[in-house]
């Protein structure tokens, strides 16, 4: 009888992984636009970063004001100059600064919240590092 509870365990956690995967968006479900092909670029850390930001927020409908500012971003990133993509970086620090329930303890923040803060701590981290010219695009 054991058995059958680990087992059942087992298979419940893999089919949640699995529906986990299954449902976390790439860019070309949220922003179209970024079907045509891009390198490995500032632009497309940027990018990547805002998917990962934009994965982490709850599905609920009280959190759409959220996701429609990062697929607002994401559309707007594709055209902007690369003399100006450190400004797409500033606007995402300062909409997480202004929109998202940040705690001084951290350990009260929901999950949700403490995953975008690792997203954007390892990110910024990737950012100060910097990018030389030939990757500005």
């Known amino acids: 009888m054991r058995i059958f509870g680990i087992i059942y365990k087992l298979i419940y956690k893999l089919c949640h992984y699995i529906y986990y995967k ?3 968006l790439n860019v070309e479900d949220i922003a ?3 079907k045509y092909p891009h390198n490995g670029s500032k632009r497309c850390f940027i990018k990547e970063t805002i998917v990962s930001i934009y994965n982490q927020i709850p599905t609920e409908e009280k959190y759409n004001k959220h996701r429609n500012y990062l697929e607002k971003s994401l559309n707007t990133l594709w055209y902007m100059a690369p003399e100006i993509l450190n400004n797409a970086w500033i606007d995402i620090f300062n909409w997480l600064e202004k929109s998202i329930p940040f705690y001084n303890d951290q350990t009260r923040d929901p999950k949700w919240v403490q995953n975008i803060n690792t997203v954007w701590e390892n990110g910024n ?4 590092a910097g990018f030389s010219d030939d990757d500005e695009n």
């Open 22 to 24: 299954m449902t976390l």
């Open 32 to 34: 179209p636009i970024w």
């Open 125 to 128: 981290k990737i950012m100060v």
